[in-house]
């Protein structure tokens, strides 16, 4: 193809996307692999769990695989919407199925979103809030988190007054981890405006539900008469990331239908379903994965930090790290010994790096390299 052929189709791409930043799913593990020389690699770059599936998730799946592929999924995952309604105790009317909850933010942005219209998000902030809406042709403001990584309640308030139409809330907040309090997680709600679509972004509450200050999104927001969607996913506590699902539960069944509208009809596998009815079920694999990666985060912040790195307070099963040098540079370094973590590249934050928490042996492996490489000076 030419250069000229090729620049008469791009031009054929909506300005918006052809600006858009790529979105950033961390290294390649067969290339790190090439690179390293190790064969086995190990992966701290997507939050994902290394405990796997409870054995209940298995035994679905071994079934559907028996059953087979030939038929498509139920289109609409009442069985799957109908355990998550009672197992919150909603409406089953009030849920909704994504393809993971990244596929629901999409699909809010394509439902709700004109251009120019104004997003407020947080800063650091999960890549998607802002590419998302800036796919619409919509603007982003992003609120800064404080010096000690804490919710920056006259920030918000500020930013809320300029009149937003979607506001994305993380809780947990990914890159840092840290958890807002019912207080804090108040102060937004009567911040928001009543015509904006309040989002809040629960993909890791499993991990934080514990702590006893952490707020129950749903019942802060139910009595809200006002639009709001919380979004959670499998593929984390849960451990099906591999096959994808992820669901919301919103104020009214109204927005549930507009998002159906702009949805494709089958944005849910079976397997997927019929793996995640399991997982909702087995509530002592949940608790057995959440207690492991707590006891696990503690420990490895605790070495990190004796070993003189800053460390972000987490709630959830990864740790924002400042590595005190470039983060594209460690994050290179760590591919040189066969470790894969997520380099942090928004302003302000680019000596910062994302690492999973993995089994104990994986963990101490990271922790002695990452010291090492500091050791050695501006790698």
């Known amino acids: ?13 909506r300005q918006e996307v052809a600006g858009l930043p790529a979105y950033d799913p961390g290294a390649d593990p067969d290339e790190v692999a090439r690179v390293s ?29 028996a059953e087979g592929f030939s038929r498509y999924p139920d289109p609409t995952g ?59 042709g919509a603007r982003v403001r992003k609120v800064p988190v404080t010096a000690e990584f804490g919710f920056d309640a006259p920030a918000w308030r500020e930013a809320l007054a300029e009149d937003p139409k979607l506001v994305f809330l993380a809780n947990p907040c990914n890159p840092t981890g840290a ?40 019942a802060v927001l139910r009595g809200q008469d006002r639009p709001w969607i919380v979004l959670r996913t499998f593929s984390k506590a849960y451990g099906l990331a591999g096959i994808r699902v992820g669901y919301g539960v919103a104020s009214d069944a ?26 909702l079920d087995d509530h002592e694999h949940l608790a057995d994965t959440v ?17 003189g790195f800053r460390v972000a307070p987490s709630s959830a099963n990864f740790l924002f790290v400042d590595t005190g040098h470039s ?13 894969i973590v997520k380099a942090w590249r928004e302003p302000g934050y680019e000596t910062f790096i994302r690492a999973s928490l993995s089994t104990p042996e994986e963990n101490d492996v990271f922790v002695r390299c990452l010291t090492e490489i500091r050791a050695k000076g501006n790698p």
Do not use: W
Not at 87 to 108: R, W
Not at 255 to 273: D, G, I, K, S
């Open 37 to 65: 020389g190790i064969s086995r690699v190990i992966k701290l770059s997507n939050n994902e769990s290394p405990f796997g599936v409870s054995p209940a998730v298995a035994e679905a799946m071994r079934l559907r695989l």
């Open 78 to 136: 009442k069985r799957l919407a109908e355990a998550i309604g009672r197992n919150l105790a909603v409406p089953v009317d009030h849920v909704v199925l994504g393809n993971g909850s990244e596929n629901i933010l999409e699909l809010l942005c394509q439902a709700v979103l004109d251009p120019g219209d104004l997003v407020t998000t947080q800063a650091p902030g999960f890549s998607l809030h802002e590419i998302f809406p800036r796919m619409m």
């Open 179 to 218: 958890m807002l309090s019912t207080v804090e997680l108040e102060d937004v709600v009567a911040g928001t405006p009543e015509t904006a679509l309040l989002v809040l972004d629960e993909a890791y509450c499993e991990f934080a539900r514990p702590d006893p200050a952490y707020p129950d999104g749903l």
């Open 291 to 307: 207690r492991r990666t707590r006891l696990e985060i503690g420990r490895v912040a605790d070495r990190l930090r004796d070993a």
């Open 1 to 13: 193809m030419s250069i000229g052929t090729f620049t008469t189709r791009l031009s054929l791409v």
């Open 254 to 279: 109204d927005l549930v239908q507009a998002l159906n509208r702009v949805r494709t009809p089958y944005n849910v596998n079976q397997l997927a379903q019929e793996a995640a009815v399991a997982a």
């Open 327 to 339: 983060s594209d540079r460690v994050t290179r370094e760590l591919h040189r010994a066969g470790i």
